[in-house]
């Protein structure tokens, strides 16, 4: 729709290069996909893992904490911050979007974008979406399948579309 400025797009293909050398990786070279996910991100912890395939936009507004793990063919729309913390579980195919469309028709292709913080010893099951400017408070679970679209609470199990606080 809208070309992308030259330093975005330098920057969105070097999240491109970076990751498909992520994917392409053999499942015995754990260390150089650490080693990648240091590359990527503005920010990688000790431990911190992905396991490929991933995708992202852009990777410099991605912080991760220590002993992150990351599994299999996750999305991180980073246009905004996404910061994540220590000892987070992300589970397949799970995806978070900081970026959202202008909901007047008029003006959709216009995007705006909105910061995503999960904190220490999140689990995010399967095929879970986060949705732009939410944050999702320590120990809390995310249970498989969920829309997250408000704000979780500290300890707390949630789940459904959207989801809610089920304990």
């Known amino acids: ?28 070279e754990r260390e150089e996909r650490r080693a990648l ?35 299999y063919d996750c999305v991180f729309l980073d246009c905004g911050t996404i910061t994540i913390g220590d000892d987070v579980l992300i589970g397949p195919q799970t995806i978070i979007a ?14 705006f974008a909105k910061p995503v913080k999960i904190d220490n010893k999140v689990w995010l099951g399967a095929r879970v979406t ?5 944050t999702i408070g320590e120990g809390a679970i995310v249970g498989a399948g969920a829309v997250v679209t408000k704000d979780v609470p500290p300890r707390t199990v949630v789940a459904g579309v959207p989801a809610k606080i089920i304990k």
């Not at 992308?4 to 992520?22: G, Y």
């Open 1 to 28: 729709l809208y070309p992308l400025d030259k330093e975005l797009l330098d920057a969105h293909n070097r999240a491109k290069s970076i990751t498909r050398r992520l994917n392409g990786t053999l499942e015995t």
């Open 37 to 71: 996910a240091k590359e990527l991100f503005a920010s990688a912890g000790e431990g911190a893992y992905i396991e490929p395939p991933f995708y992202c936009d852009f990777g410099f507004n991605t912080h991760v904490g220590k002993h992150f793990y990351c599994n």
């Open 98 to 111: 900081t970026l959202n469309h202008d909901p007047d028709p008029d003006k959709r292709g216009g995007m």
């Open 130 to 134: 986060i949705c732009p400017g939410v």
